[in-house]
């Protein structure tokens, strides 16, 4: 859409008066022994160029539990809460700042699932707010693969505003490339001017793409070989009944930790519960891996098993979703792959069969 | 911009309330308000126990009777049971109509056979009532419905009204050991008598519902028969919390059954993993 060359200062700059004018700012950000998606106060509390945090940014659109509708029983008659329906205005403006590309990436799968008909008003009425301002990767982490399901460390997919950093070349301090992808994007630099390089030369789409080729090779022996797993998915279907399901789904505990730190798992669970006075019906992250996630009331289960609980897992990130929406339901973060107790690896997984 | 909360359902009272058997129940509601939706014969709901949850069944009354909504549950767990608990004059939630329906139009001219076993003859329940009500658009129709005893035999008085009915022949079975001193009807598996009946497979259309087991062998049985997969109609059931295709747990290859289903063609059926 639009693109130059600014600052890094003035993009802080920018990005604090952002912060003094209402609006949330997320960042990635180390905790304690973990790293998350952190609201920050203040500049001086962003760490540019982190790791990727080990938990995404989806609990910020699909929070691990949020209440949908919430009730009182009286005689006869049920009192439900007005409040919970589509209120755009109602949610604060929310940026997400730094995140890296694969997380941004994750956007489009989850506006997939939640922002077709009908639509999940408690996810919209958070994605309208948010701003994604995207950052070129520059701290890949061994189980990556973002190449190999059709991104990269510079893939604007997901973001409304896309940074890069230059090869600094001066003193003068670092550079970055900025590049506005959406109409979102576009909102945000009109509304908080971001003061552009004073000579804001015109930069030529053959430059753009010279500088991200460039980052892209300078980081990309760092992750796993590219193979293509957007392609061929026929044959991983073809293959529901291979032997090696077995070899591979066995081990697996049914903990559930990789459908809750993957980025793009939306599966989810609706429970009545109650609290203080009021019940409530809350979605709540569920996980295919889990024994009673099928389990009919008969008793019936139709995925018995973690072998078949494992393969749900990889033929609906590699071949359901991508028939369907032509993209994977995987962004290659490799957080799965990190987290599993028994190491199993996504990516050898699903290079099986290529 | 309107949008509606895809969550919460309307509140229905219950009207009427009749034990179809010791453990099935059919509940009769209408809506309090002017919420009332339009549905097909096939479709299902949401129905919300306030307080304990949700659980989805079929619509068991046809459209074309839609000055109420009906559904037959079979007390299984923590919502059935309750569910059991709703008097006359109690409220419940209901959200929906969900899912796909059967095909009616392309059923018109033709034979139907309605095969239905256990609780299963709740979601031919809306269908028949459909075609009995358009009577004149369809050919002969056969109800074949089994049951595991005597007792747990479903809508044994609509059975009746629905024989009497020209061009509608009934057929009931028990399994062996199901039958009681003064049972009149068949003894036998579902599929085995449908076997016995040799049906005409030309052009007819099979209807068919119930445990995973009868659907097992009545496929195998309708293909011998020559019946083409296409003609073969069921609705498959798998646990689901939303009811529109995203809480992701009914989902069956590249299909959500609460979405692309729950109806199927034979046909259809076959392209899946077997995961239902």
Known sequence: MKAFIVEEKNILNWLSKLLQSNIKVYVPKNVEDYSSYEQIEQIEDLVLHQKRPEFSFKNILFPQTESVLEYTIEKNWVKTNPDLNYNSTSEEKTIIFGAPPCDCASIIALNHVFLSEPIDIFYKSKFDNVYIIGLACTNPEPECFCTSVGSSMTSTKGSDIFLTPLSSKSNSGKEYLVEVITTKGMELLKDYELQVQKSNKKITKNAIEEIKRKHDSKYESQILPKKDFTQNNQTLSENFYSKDWEEIGITCFGCGVCAYVCPTCTCYDLVDEYESGCFRRCKNWDSCGFANFTLHASGHNPRPTQIERYRQRILHKFTYFTEQVGMTMCVGCGRCTKFCPVHKDIYEVRSRWI | ?276
Request: glycine share 10%.
């Open chain 2, 1 to 276: 911009m309107d949008l509606k909360n895809p969550y919460a359902p309307e509140l229905y009272s219950v009207i009427d309330l009749k034990d179809e058997t010791s453990d099935v129940r059919t509940l009769r509601l209408k809506p309090l308000n002017d919420s009332s939706f339009q549905w097909h014969a096939g479709q299902f709901a949401q129905f919300t126990v306030f307080g304990t949850g949700e659980c989805p069944f079929t619509i068991a009354n046809s459209p074309t009777r839609s000055e109420y909504l009906e559904c037959s549950f079979k007390l299984m767990g923590k919502v059935t049971t309750a569910l059991r608990e709703v008097e006359i004059g109690n409220v419940i939630g209901v959200r929906g109509p969900y899912g796909n329906w059967f095909d009616t139009d392309s059923w018109k001219g033709r034979d139907l056979y309605f095969v239905g076993g256990g609780i299963g003859m709740a979601a031919l329940r809306s269908p028949l009532q459909y075609v009995l009500d358009n009577r004149n658009d369809y050919g002969e129709i056969l109800i074949l419905n089994g049951a595991r005893t005597v007792s747990d035999l479903v809508y044994v008085n609509e059975m009746k009204e629905w024989e009497n009915i020209p061009g509608v022949k009934l057929i009931r079975t028990v399994d062996p050991g199901g039958e009681t001193m003064d049972w009149d009807g068949e003894i036998g598996l579902v599929p085995n008598l449908f076997e016995k009946l040799s049906p005409k497979a030309n052009g007819s259309i099979v209807i068919t519902c119930g445990p995973p087991i009868m659907i097992h062998y009545m496929l195998i049985t309708l293909d011998k028969l020559g019946f083409k997969k296409s003609n073969i109609v069921t609705t498959l059931e798998n646990k689901m919390k939303c009811g529109f295709g995203k809480c992701g747990r009914c989902n069956v290859g590249p299909i959500y059954v609460c979405k692309e289903g729950p109806v199927f063609t034979a046909e259809q059926l076959e392209k899946l993993p077997k995961e239902f």
